[in-house]
């Protein structure tokens, strides 16, 4: 074979390279078009990191007395999604000025590609989701530290897209700061650790089993003071192993997937006193949940508005 002969089909291999790139890059638009991410998100995406550690960060909050708010599930973007439930919680942090909040995930509702799921959004597509998101963030009224929860990841995973929504949330909110995916630490004050936890499995048929089983697989070495745990859209308190364990409760309505499933929502957010021991740990926690009660006349919810404030 001739030096020509070779060039020519060296060239016609780098021809056919470049048709492949070329189709690659077109299907890659259909589906960014398609989820109706911009071009700066997807720019975001791919800096991004596939799955992002969890951090441990310490809070430095003096005092032996802590306040904070909790919250998770919020799924905002959803139909069932209480904005009013929202409002209500900015309101009680507000009013007992909590030093910070924790949000255990599912910030958004996301795109799940299930058939139907679509027509149970109000807002379709990251952009829309997350506009609305920050837009309602913005108003807490302290620092808040969050992980990502599955329905988020759905951007990060879905068609390998890689968009992170904790990132997107932090770089559009002053007081966010996101901590992670799945799961992350705070060190509250010294020798108490937070740990925010949201799970990717279904749910259980007794409300506590799920809490139960989490902290029962911690390691000694990694057990923290407190989990909040999310995913599950349960409330509930329970002490084992030495850890103070919540299910931190949901903004969001029973769906019709839940409905059908005959999965409960138990709607709220809660406020915990926490008091730390002269030996370090917690020596006392005192906890308040308020639950949303979809039934309460209009008028007796605009009351409490008015006592909240």
């Known amino acids: 074979m001739t030096n020509t002969e070779k060039d020519k089909e060296k060239i016609e291999e780098l021809q ?13 638009g259909k589906v960014l078009s398609q989820e109706k991410i911009t071009e700066r998100e997807a720019i975001l995406a791919l800096k991004s990191s596939k799955r992002a550690p969890g951090k441990k960060i310490a809070l430095g909050i003096p005092g032996n007395h802590i306040r904070y708010g909790y919250f998770t599930d919020a799924h905002i973007g959803h139909e069932m999604f209480k904005e009013d439930l929202f409002q209500r919680m900015i309101r009680v942090f507000k009013k007992y000025k909590v030093d910070f909040i924790v949000d255990a995930g599912d910030h958004l509702e996301g795109m799940s590609g299930r058939p139907g799921h679509i027509y149970e959004l109000t807002h379709i597509g990251f952009s829309q989701q997350m506009q609305y998101a920050a837009q ?19 951007y990060a995973k879905k068609n390998n897209g890689g968009v992170i929504v904790g990132e997107g949330l932090e770089s559009r909110v002053k007081n966010y700061r996101h901590l992670g995916q799945g799961e992350a630490d705070l060190e509250v004050a010294p020798g108490i650790v937070l740990k925010l936890f949201h799970a990717n499995d279904g749910t259980a048929y007794a409300t506590s089993y799920k809490l139960q089983k989490l902290i029962e697989s911690f390691s000694e070495d990694e057990r ?12 509930l308190y329970m002490f084992l192993r030495g850890v103070h364990g919540f299910e931190s409760g949901t903004l969001m309505g029973q769906s019709k997937w839940m409905r059908g ?3 409960a929502a138990h709607m709220g957010f809660g406020v915990v006193d926490l008091y730390s021991g002269k030996n370090r740990g917690v020596e006392k926690l005192v906890h308040s949940f308020y639950a949303y009660d979809p039934v309460k006349p209009a008028a007796h919810r605009l009351e409490e508005h008015r006592q909240e404030k």
């Open 224 to 235: 923290p003071s407190i989990v909040h745990s999310g995913h599950y859209h349960k409330a």
């Open 136 to 154: 309602l963030y913005n108003a807490l009224p302290a620092m808040t530290y969050g992980i990502d929860g599955n329905h988020d990841e759905w």
């Open 16 to 28: 056919e390279e470049l048709k492949v790139e070329k189709l690659r890059l077109s299907q890659l």
């Open 261 to 263: 499933k005959k999965i």
